[in-house]
């Protein structure tokens, strides 16, 4: 018997997508949301609560229908087909388990849904994060269960992995742990991940494209490199940056003692960028969070 | 011309490939649910089989001792509360596994069929106990000269009917199951409003295989009501088994749209 071949990473795309949940909503959960992922690509999807991630992910992997718009995974509708959902695994924070029998029960049903379910690695990850796996996914801590959650992900090998906000309840120690048991696979097993948290700092080292989602709309949807560059962080004196920054879109401002930080909001040119280095300020990459408050905040006002 | 040929050759290739893995992926989900649900159910049912052995032989200690003792047990406390358990179990155990399921990658169609195929199952390994139970029954009432017949049944007369005693109670069970399933996924895809509105609509099926099977508390006086109770076992199985579609088809519209929540715990 041959082992199954690995599959290709699956691409997403969902165009002009809205869903609405009821009457008593101040707007659609998703309001002609159009977004594209690559295949094969770590993907951050950033927003925040209520911004729409959760529903478009659900989408994504036809946990439910849109309204209206079309979801295509690897360039089919998703819903109901055995082919995209065979290829898509998502962990909604601490997973989809059977709650009330043995944490192994819920492995064992993955395992013989999942045809790359790799049982190395589940039994490694549980290992790793102490999940006890005679115990029900109901009476384990939160942190533990979301460990539960990244077990049934990553083991999962699917061709298309949505981690929706996994790190819930989980230790810095186990979030690290798992980032870095994430890129580990991703590596040896290239897939598509789309990866949503609200911890940017701590995830933004392993995107490599980044989807800002805000009131059902996409507003921002790049490389993390082409989002860095829309911004650029300086420091220096603090007379000498407030005197730089003037007139230009500050998006965050320290201050300690006589030296000051500041991100702008745009590109320099040279002749910019060449004058603020004769003023003695550093000129720096713009932390994506900046970025993302400041996206998200002049949205909504 | 050459792309001409290879185009839609290679198409073909990626779409026969892409179709074997369906296959595939729904004979896994078909298996997986269904073994999953099987297995839960009976995990949950030797309990039940051991308790209610035991009221039936604490009640029936009591029936001899008091010389009350005038039919069958078995039939009352045992088989008579199979379906009831079926029909609970059948609740829970879908609204269990339905969104596990989905998420591992399985459609809303396997899961239908699985649940299918477990009512099909449970009916039929809970109707052979109760039918081998009522000819143990049938056995030990016979050789102590104590009357073996049932007092409320219609389609057979005594468990020493087995094979009549296990085709009637398999129908109960399957379709009560079923039933249970339908009612319970009514309540997740509709709400508690809907989902209680809707009760009526998906108890019909357990309507029909009472009218069809006249046995029991219920189906006797159901099947008297409206001309029934002379009816052959040969008509009764054709009501089983509108009864058994009718239910399969209820679970099947309640289910094959519904929107999976997460689970929580």
């Known amino acids: 018997m041959t082992a199954p071949t690995r599959p290709e990473p699956f691409g997403v795309e969902l165009r002009d997508v809205t869903l609405s949940f009821g009457k008593g909503e101040k707007h659609p959960a998703l309001d002609g949301l159009s977004l594209q992922v690559r295949p094969g690509t770590i993907t951050g999807l950033l927003g925040r609560n209520g911004a729409g991630k959760t529903t478009a992910l659900s989408l994504i992997a036809a946990m439910r229908r849109p309204d209206a718009g079309t979801v295509l995974v690897d360039g089919e509708d998703p819903f109901e087909n055995a082919w995209a959902m065979a290829g898509t695994q998502l962990v909604r924070e601490s997973g989809d388990t059977i709650t009330s029998t043995k944490v192994a029960d819920s492995l064992g049903y993955y395992a013989e849904m999942r045809e790359h379910w790799d049982a190395d690695l589940a039994a490694r990850l549980v290992d790793l994060f102490e999940v006890d796996l005679r115990k029900t996914p109901e009476s384990l801590s939160r942190g533990k269960r979301s460990a539960l959650g990244a077990v049934i992900g990553l083991a999962s090998r699917a061709p298309l992995t949505i981690f929706d906000e996994v790190y819930l309840g989980m230790d810095a120690p186990s979030r690290y742990a798992f980032y870095d048991a994430l890129v580990e696979d991703y590596t040896e097993h290239p897939r598509t991940i789309i990866l949503s948290s609200h911890l940017i700092d701590e995830v933004e080292r392993i995107f490599e494209d980044v989807v800002i989602v805000d009131k059902g709309r996409v507003l921002l949807a790049e490389s993390v490199e082409s989002v860095r560059s829309r911004g650029v962080s300086l420091t220096g004196s603090a007379a000498a940056v407030e005197s730089f920054v003037d007139g230009r879109r500050v998006l965050a401002r320290q201050r300690l003692g006589g030296t000051a930080q500041v991100t702008l909001f745009g590109t320099l040119d040279d002749a910019e960028r060449a004058a603020a280095t004769e003023a003695g300020i550093e000129l720096g990459a713009v932390p994506l969070q900046d970025l993302f408050v400041h996206l998200t905040r002049e949205e909504r006002s | ?265």
Not at chain 2, 14 to 40: C, I
Not at chain 2, 197 to 224: C, T
């Open chain 2, 1 to 265: 011309m050459t792309e001409n040929l290879t185009g839609p050759t290679a198409l073909t290739g990626r779409e026969a490939q892409r179709a074997a893995v369906r296959r595939t992926a729904e004979r896994r989900s078909l298996r997986t649910a269904t073994w999953s649900m099987s297995a839960g159910t009976w995990q949950i049912g030797a309990w039940f089989w051991v308790i209610v052995l035991i009221i039936a032989g604490i009640i029936g200690y009591v029936e001899v001792r008091t010389d009350i003792l005038d039919g069958s047990v078995i039939d009352g406390v045992v088989s008579g509360s199979a379906k009831f358990f079926l029909f609970v179990m059948g609740i829970i155990a879908p609204i269990a596994s339905v969104a596990v399921h989905v998420a591992a990658g399985g459609t809303r169609r396997s899961f239908i069929r699985s649940t299918w195929c477990t009512a099909v199952i449970l009916g039929l390994t809970f109707a052979l106990v109760a039918a081998v139970l009522g000819y143990v029954e049938w056995l030990v009432f016979r050789a102590q000269g104590w009357s073996p017949e049932l007092d409320r049944a219609q389609l057979y007369v005594d468990g020493g009917q087995v094979g009549t005693a296990f085709l009637v109670q398999a129908f109960f069970c399957s379709v009560y199951w079923l039933s249970g399933a339908a009612i319970g996924m009514g309540y997740y895809g509709f709400g508690v409003w809907r989902g209680t509105f809707a009760i009526p609509l998906l108890l019909v099926p357990v309507v029909l295989v009472e009218l069809a099977f006249q046995s029991g508390y219920f189906g006797r006086p159901f099947a008297q009501a409206v001309g029934l109770a002379d009816a052959q076992v040969l008509t009764a199985v054709v009501g089983g088994l509108v009864a058994l579609a009718a239910a399969a088809l209820t679970f099947h519209l309640v289910t094959r749209s519904v929107a999976i929540a997460p689970v929580t715990t």
